[in-house]
T-cell receptor, first 116, second 112 residues
Framework: GAVVSQHPSRVICKSGTSVKIECRSL??????MFWYRQFPKQSLMLMAT?????????EQGVEKDKFLINHASLTLSTLTVTSAHPEDSSFYIC????????????FGQGTRLTVV | GQSLEQPSEVTAVEGAIVQINCTYQ??????LSWYQQHDGGAPTFLSY????GLEETGRFSSFLSRSDSYGYLLLQELQMKDSASYFC?????????????FGTGTLLAVQP
């Protein structure tokens, strides 16, 4: 198998502040990681594809200045929610695969963000 | 655009067989996967189909018909622990990398 660790699991922040979420592949190198957002009882919505050493690729409708993604190494990607507002409250999940063409994705535990 | 449609809810009893359908419309189709997600948890991989036909993995089987843009997940000998959300997901060509796009999800409730 493969392990993807996401931290923190839960965070509560005040409106206007920024929150950073980390996603690490513990036992494999991930040149690509994916960030998803999930509202209660809904599906996972792909936000962006994080590429090691280059800019992230954002899905249509996702604000790149709002959700900053950095993929500094082959095992770490971070998502920063900037100037958070209550509507940003959601479950954020990262995933990674072992390489291009690999069909199984491994997911982090997710981060429950609550903005008050 | 992309769309993957699933029934929103399915209810079944322990020991029964249940089928969860998925119809998709997407570009650059590579394959169809199925994931299980318990409430508040991370999705876990169940199966993958790249070619037409049935793939069996223990109590779970998955089927794909590329010509019909249709697949299903079959769960046999249902257990209470199978109560969860199930998502089909299309692996889609995304240029330099493949992307995993999730379906609308099906909430399965297994009753005693």
């Amino acid at each position: 198998g493969a392990v993807v660790s996401q931290h923190p699991s839960r965070v509560i922040c005040k409106s206007g502040t920024s929150v950073k979420i980390e996603c690490r592949s513990l036992d494999f190198q991930a040149t690509t990681m994916f960030w998803y957002r999930q509202f209660p009882k809904q599906s996972l919505m792909l936000m962006a594809t994080s590429n090691e050493g280059s800019k992230a690729t954002y899905e249509q409708g996702v604000e790149k200045d709002k959700f900053l993604i950095n993929h500094a190494s082959l095992t770490l990607s971070t998502l920063t929610v900037t100037s958070a507002h209550p509507e940003d409250s959601s479950f954020y999940i990262c995933s990674a695969s072992k390489g291009y063409g690999k069909t199984e994705a491994f997911f982090g535990q997710g981060t429950r963000l609550t903005v008050v | 655009g992309q769309s993957l449609e699933q029934p929103s809810e399915v209810t079944a009893v322990e020991g029964a067989i249940v089928q969860i359908n998925c119809t998709y419309q997407t570009s650059g189709f590579y394959g169809l996967s199925w994931y299980q997600q318990h409430d508040g948890g991370a999705p876990t991989f169940l199966s993958y189909n790249a070619l037409d036909g049935l793939e069996e993995t223990g109590r779970f089987s998955s089927f794909l018909s590329r010509s019909d843009s249709y697949g299903y997940l079959l769960l046999q000998e249902l257990q209470m622990k199978d109560s969860a959300s199930y998502f089909c997901a299309v692996i889609e060509y995304g240029g330099a990398t493949n992307k995993l796009i999730f379906g609308t999800g099906t909430l399965l409730a297994v009753q005693p």
